[in-house]
């Protein structure tokens, strides 16, 4: 058990922990921007998956890691409007279009995976390419710290900047405040002229972005190749990590980063003498505690109240 926790007092284990929480906190903060809207984006392990893919092939096809982020921030915000085509236009159960397009990105990925790269599995034969590492010039150098925060990739910086974006945008804007007013009541909202499908499309758009760049990440950002369901059920664990931080940028970052150590946890655990199925299902069995207990606390808020 000592060296288990030796590696978990660890520098290098704390910024594992920073680059493995980078997806869930994308996903998690489009969560919040959409709940927030009115919307629950249901879709977004299928959003991550699709972005995951596109990222790929695009950067293999012209060369550049910056492209094939491009590429696959606006493949998640595609989706995201196709998301709020079905249930704000055609009426369709907002539940029921996300799971469709879940079910459709798992499968249609390793379908044009097959065709782009003749290959079900992974996509080795693609020449893709990885977003690089940034350091910060005076954080580096500083003992602990540099470890963790000095060098990490361009996309791990960019989820922290999120945080702090997002929270701007959603309280310190005015559009905000409407889409904030628009998810709290939409018919008062609409009776004072705002659009209330036109802010919902907005973010859901932001909201497919954001785990756009979550998915881009876990195929470019510290590997070169797309493999099939690489999501790995992260789409659903950003939505449970939405919950725990009460649609709150700050607090959703605390959920990630729980959930973040979960899955460094796990990674670490690997190279131990455990069992495989056990080290997987730590992440997932973390996720329906943290759940439990959020269910539990809001169960005896409501139960205070009356």
Same mark, same amino acid.
């Given at each position: 058990?000592?060296?288990?926790?030796?590696?978990?007092?660890?520098?290098?284990?704390?910024?594992?922990?920073?680059?493995? /929480?980078?997806?869930?906190?994308?996903?998690?903060?489009?969560?919040?921007?959409?709940?927030?809207?009115? $919307?629950?984006?249901?879709?977004?392990?299928?959003?991550?998956?699709?972005?995951?893919?596109?990222?790929?092939?695009?950067?293999?096809? /012209? #060369?550049?890691?910056?492209?094939?982020?491009?590429?696959?921030?606006?493949?998640?915000?595609?989706?995201?409007? @196709?998301?709020?085509?079905?249930?704000?236009?055609?009426?369709?159960?907002?539940?029921?279009?996300?799971?469709?397009?879940?079910?459709?990105?798992?499968?249609? /990925?390793?379908?044009?995976?097959?065709?782009?790269?003749?290959? !079900?599995?992974?996509?080795?034969?693609?020449?893709?390419?990885?977003?690089?590492?940034?350091?910060?010039?005076?954080? !580096?150098?500083?003992?602990?710290?540099?470890?963790?925060?000095?060098?990490?990739?361009?996309?791990?910086?960019?989820?922290? $900047?999120? $945080?702090?974006?997002?929270?701007?945008? @959603?309280?310190?804007?005015?559009? #905000?405040?409407?889409?904030?007013?628009?998810?709290?009541?939409?018919?008062?909202?609409?009776?004072?002229?705002?659009?209330?499908?036109?802010?919902?499309?907005?973010?859901?758009?932001?909201?497919?972005?954001?785990?756009?760049?979550?998915?881009v990440h876990l195929s470019m950002g510290y590997v070169s190749w797309f493999s099939r369901n690489m999501t790995s059920g992260r789409g659903f664990i950003a939505l449970a990590a939405e919950a725990l931080g009460r649609r709150h940028p700050v607090g959703v970052l605390i959920a990630s980063l729980l959930f973040g150590f979960a899955d460094a946890l796990s990674n670490y655990m690997q190279s131990l003498r455990v069992p495989g199925e056990f080290v997987q299902m730590i992440p997932?069995?973390? /996720?329906?505690?943290?759940?439990?207990?959020?269910?539990?606390?809001? @169960?005896?808020?409501?139960?205070?109240?009356?």
């Amino acid at each position: 058990m000592h060296p288990l926790l030796k590696a978990i007092f660890s520098p290098s284990f704390a910024a594992s922990i920073l680059r493995v /929480t980078t997806p869930i906190l994308f996903a998690s903060l489009g969560a919040v921007v959409a709940d927030l809207s009115g $919307v629950v984006n249901i879709a977004l392990e299928g959003i991550m998956l699709i972005s995951a893919l596109t990222g790929v092939v695009v950067s293999a096809s /012209t #060369g550049s890691a910056w492209i094939g982020l491009l590429a696959g921030v606006a493949a998640g915000i595609l989706v995201g409007l @196709l998301l709020g085509y079905f249930h704000l236009k055609l009426r369709t159960n907002v539940i029921l279009a996300g799971i469709a397009l879940n079910l459709l990105a798992a499968e249609g /990925t390793v379908f044009l995976l097959y065709v782009v790269a003749h290959d !079900k599995g992974v996509s080795s034969s693609l020449a893709s390419k990885v977003i690089p590492e940034w350091q910060i010039p005076i954080l !580096k150098d500083i003992p602990i710290l540099g470890a963790i925060f000095g060098k990490q990739n361009a996309l791990t910086y960019m989820a922290l $900047v999120a $945080v702090a974006v997002i929270y701007l945008f @959603l309280y310190k804007t005015s559009f #905000g405040l409407r889409l904030r007013a628009v998810g709290e009541n939409p018919d008062a909202a609409d009776s004072v002229g705002i659009s209330v499908h036109k802010v919902q499309f907005i973010a859901l758009a932001i909201s497919g972005a954001l785990a756009g760049m979550g998915g881009v990440h876990l195929s470019m950002g510290y590997v070169s190749w797309f493999s099939r369901n690489m999501t790995s059920g992260r789409g659903f664990i950003a939505l449970a990590a939405e919950a725990l931080g009460r649609r709150h940028p700050v607090g959703v970052l605390i959920a990630s980063l729980l959930f973040g150590f979960a899955d460094a946890l796990s990674n670490y655990m690997q190279s131990l003498r455990v069992p495989g199925e056990f080290v997987q299902m730590i992440p997932y069995v973390l /996720t329906l505690v943290a759940l439990a207990v959020y269910s539990g606390r809001q @169960l005896k808020t409501r139960r205070f109240s009356k």
